[in-house]
């Protein structure tokens, strides 16, 4: 099974830009469809954003739409997620996971992911 780390969460201002990262090892990584879900206090797991194996498919929460990019390095076995002009309620820890379904392209279920991450916390100040 592949094993992933995430990184790059902080603490900044509304307004700013954070990149994560998601490095994975263990498996090919390109045999994984990829994406970023966030969970805030209280809330439930809600997804982010979607990439497909080969890094040319996305998908994205309407809440981030246009705000924040996803996308994958397949030499480097990481995903990234660049995210600008963050709000308040982008405040969540986020979470990357994986799935190697085969008939999963752009997976955008939680229930569709197999492998997640230990999470980073993003916290944005107003």
């Known amino acids: 099974q592949v094993q992933l780390v995430e990184s790059g969460g902080g603490l900044v201002q509304a307004g700013d830009s954070l990149r994560l990262s998601c490095a994975a090892s263990?498996?090919?990584?390109?045999?994984?469809?990829m994406g970023w879900f966030r969970q805030a206090p209280g809330k439930e797991r809600e997804f982010v954003a979607a990439?497909?194996?080969?890094?040319?498919?996305?998908a994205y929460a309407d809440s981030v739409k246009g705000r924040f990019t996803i996308s994958r390095d397949n030499a480097k076995n990481t995903m990234y997620l660049q995210m600008n002009s963050l709000k308040p309620e982008d405040t969540a820890v986020y979470y990357c996971?994986?799935?190697?379904?085969?008939?999963?392209?752009?997976?955008?279920?939680?229930?569709?992911?197999?492998?997640w991450g230990q999470g980073t916390q993003v916290t944005v100040s107003s």
């Open positions: 990439v497909d194996r080969s890094g040319r498919s996305t």
């Open positions: 263990g498996r090919t990584f390109s045999n994984y469809a």
């Open positions: 996971g994986a799935t190697d379904t085969v008939t999963v392209i752009v997976a955008v279920g939680l229930n569709l992911y197999k492998y």
